[in-house]
T-cell receptor, first 115, second 110 residues
Framework: DAGVIQSPRHEVTEMGQEVTLRCKPISGHDYLFWYRQTMMRGLELLIYFNNNVPIDDSGMPEDRFSAKMPNASFSTLKIQPSEPRDSAVYFC?????????????FGEGSRLTVL | QKEVEQDPGPLSVPEGAIVSLNCTYSNSAFQYFMWYRQYSRKGPELLMYTYSSGNKEDGRFTAQVDKSSKYISLFIRDSQPSDSATYLCAMDTGRRALTFGSGTRLQVQP
């Protein structure tokens, strides 16, 4: 399997622009997670889905952030409008059914810079 | 106060040294404890997984959990330059969404 695939790998945009990050989880995985990583705050959970349904979005920082999972093989994280403080590495991860907990498979991340 | 506290380092050791990495936590509901390793510009990958208090060994790595003290550790024996990475502790109450420490950056000098 190719692993979790994220795009774009790097994004540089200006404040106020819309940003869309994309994720393709590993086939057969039923959980999908979006995390954000910064030097100051470490790795923070934003939202996660089970069988395409959002389970917990309490980590989404503001209404400017939204996430969707229209099918089992695709998810998006959108920021509109973007702000400089949104600059971070955004990771998508997935995990497989039948495993109680523990192993998340991470993508390589999308590095976002908002000027 | 963060739910999971981890010394950010950096920690620099000579090759062959024993490395000790630690995390403390405040949420008694955490049941599952993990260590992830993250190389520069990569996503984290699972290194060790434990459930309940005690020790678990895997090659040069030993994970230790002390629930009574809310303290977990990772020991690396005979450290190698290839072990240079950021080590993140992670914990879960069972809901499958992990809470991570901030990570400790380790540099093993050849």
């Amino acid at each position: 399997d190719a692993g979790v695939i994220q795009s774009p790998r790097h994004e540089v945009t200006e404040m106020g622009q819309e940003v869309t990050l994309r994720c393709k989880p590993i086939s057969g995985h039923d959980y999908l997670f979006w995390y954000r990583q910064t030097m100051m705050r470490g790795l923070e959970l934003l939202i996660y889905f089970n069988n395409n349904v959002p389970i917990d979005d309490s980590g989404m920082p503001e209404d400017r952030f939204s996430a969707k999972m229209p099918n089992a093989s695709f998810s998006t994280l959108k920021i509109q409008p973007s702000e400089p403080r949104d600059s971070a590495v955004y990771f998508c991860a997935s995990s497989f059914p039948g495993h109680s907990t523990g192993e998340l498979f991470f993508g390589e991340g999308s590095r976002l810079t908002v000027l | 106060q963060k739910e999971v506290e981890q010394d950010p380092g950096p920690l620099s050791v000579p090759e062959g040294a024993i490395v000790s990495l630690n995390c403390t936590y405040s949420n008694s509901a955490f049941q599952y404890f993990m260590w992830y390793r993250q190389y520069s510009r990569k996503g984290p990958e699972l290194l060790m997984y434990t459930y309940s208090s005690g020790n678990k060994e895997d090659g040069r790595f030993t994970a230790q959990v002390d629930k009574s003290s809310k303290y977990i550790s990772l020991f690396i024996r005979d450290s190698q330059p290839s072990d240079s990475a950021t080590y993140l502790c992670a914990m879960d109450t069972g809901r499958r969404a992990l809470t991570f420490g901030s990570g400790t950056r380790l540099q093993v000098q050849p």
